[in-house]
């Protein structure tokens, strides 16, 4: 069953129990740094409830029933937990120490937006933390604005993104937490040879679209004259049909059987991914949250 969130006080809750989901739907009020999660924000409940016993990162906790929990829409900064090799990222203990803060000891509610288990066998959610004088923290929108992760979305898991991407974009442009630290910056496409030293990172990349084509079904958008050198954003054939579901993808697109996408040449956009490399700098985009219009085209 799916819920629509919507403005309105709820009760107060007890540290050992949640509100039953007829007590939710009747009167929610979800909340993220004050702001009331978006109606059209939909949600799948979860019936099983219980409270957050250990805090392993900044987007991973551990219920008191036992399951590890997955923060389903972000990526907070990461720590070593134990894999060789591994320098922690900037802010990676602030944002384990954000989520004990808010979640450690308390009720949590469960919500997915889509996949629920993911291959580590963790609980995919949007996770709800109880206030003690009522009412709910959303643990993700709540990370967002403290600039302590970026979003971080799945083409079997965007529910939410637009509210998600908000957050970040607040964070960021008051330049809280990561976004303050140039490992976090947001690079240029242009800047090929730096993007080749982040390869295999998480990244954000911004600049304007040289050209745009479709070859046997997969996108290819350029963002300079020579596409065997320069930065590239790939979308496989199975994933073009997805694009072309949202505006302004589908108008930008022609539908999925377009042969002609120079429509988007010139558009500036914001693109977000890992860094690979075939050729120059490449990143491969799945769904659309990946990719953000930033500007009027040239």
């Given at each position: 069953?799916?819920?629509?969130?919507?403005?309105?006080?709820?009760?107060?809750?007890g540290?050992?129990?949640l509100?039953?989901?007829?007590?939710f739907?009747?009167?929610?009020?979800?909340?993220?740094?004050?702001?009331?999660?978006?109606?059209?924000?939909?949600l799948?409940?979860?019936k099983?409830?219980?409270?957050?016993?250990?805090?392993?990162?900044?987007d991973?906790?551990?219920?008191?029933?036992?399951?590890e929990?997955?923060?389903?829409?972000?990526?907070?900064?990461?720590?070593?937990?134990?894999?060789?090799?591994?320098?922690?990222?900037?802010?990676?203990?602030?944002?384990?120490?954000?989520?004990?803060?808010?979640?450690?000891?308390?009720?949590?509610?469960?919500?997915?937006?889509?996949?629920?288990?993911?291959?580590h066998m963790?609980?995919?959610?949007?996770?709800?933390?109880?206030?003690?004088?009522?009412?709910?923290?959303?643990?993700?929108?709540?990370?967002?604005?403290?600039?302590?992760?970026?979003?971080?979305?799945?083409?079997?898991?965007?529910?939410?993104?637009?509210?998600?991407l908000?957050a970040?974009?607040?964070?960021?442009?008051?330049?809280?937490?990561?976004?303050?630290?140039?490992?976090?910056?947001?690079h240029?496409?242009?800047?090929?040879?730096g993007?080749?030293?982040?390869?295999?990172?998480?990244?954000?990349?911004?600049?304007?679209?040289?050209?745009?084509?479709?070859?046997?079904?997969?996108?290819?958008?350029?963002?300079?004259?020579?596409?065997?050198?320069?930065?590239?954003?790939?979308?496989?054939?199975?994933?073009?049909?997805?694009?072309?579901?949202?505006?302004?993808?589908?108008?930008l697109?022609?539908?999925?059987?377009?042969?002609?996408?120079?429509?988007?040449?010139?558009?500036?956009?914001?693109?977000?991914?890992?860094?690979?490399?075939?050729?120059?700098?490449?990143?491969?985009?799945?769904?659309?949250?990946?990719?953000?219009?930033?500007?009027?085209?040239?």
């Amino acid at each position: 069953m799916f819920l629509r969130v919507a403005a309105g006080p709820l009760p107060r809750v007890g540290r050992l129990a949640l509100l039953s989901l007829s007590a939710f739907l009747a009167i929610p009020c979800i909340h993220g740094g004050g702001a009331v999660l978006a109606a059209e924000c939909l949600l799948e409940e979860d019936k099983a409830t219980s409270v957050v016993a250990k805090v392993i990162d900044g987007d991973t906790l551990v219920l008191e029933d036992g399951r590890e929990v997955r923060l389903t829409g972000i990526q907070a900064p990461k720590l070593p937990l134990g894999r060789p090799n591994f320098d922690t990222w900037p802010l990676a203990g602030e944002a384990r120490d954000a989520v004990a803060g808010i979640a450690l000891g308390k009720p949590v509610m469960l919500r997915f937006g889509g996949a629920r288990i993911d291959r580590h066998m963790r609980v995919l959610a949007q996770v709800f933390v109880a206030r003690d004088e009522g009412g709910f923290d959303w643990l993700q929108k709540e990370m967002l604005e403290r600039g302590l992760a970026r979003v971080y979305t799945f083409s079997d898991n965007r529910a939410c993104s637009r509210e998600l991407l908000e957050a970040e974009r607040a964070a960021r442009g008051e330049g809280r937490g990561i976004w303050a630290d140039p490992f976090y910056g947001i690079h240029d496409a242009a800047d090929v040879a730096g993007l080749l030293e982040r390869v295999g990172r998480f990244e954000l990349v911004e600049g304007r679209v040289a050209s745009a084509a479709l070859v046997r079904g997969k996108l290819y958008l350029n963002f300079g004259d020579d596409y065997r050198k320069d930065f590239t954003v790939t979308v496989q054939e199975r994933d073009v049909k997805l694009f072309g579901r949202d505006e302004p993808w589908g108008s930008l697109l022609g539908g999925t059987e377009a042969t002609d996408v120079s429509a988007l040449a010139g558009r500036h956009v914001r693109v977000r991914g890992w860094l690979d490399r075939y050729n120059g700098p490449e990143m491969e985009a799945t769904h659309p949250e990946q990719i953000e219009f930033t500007g009027d085209a040239d």
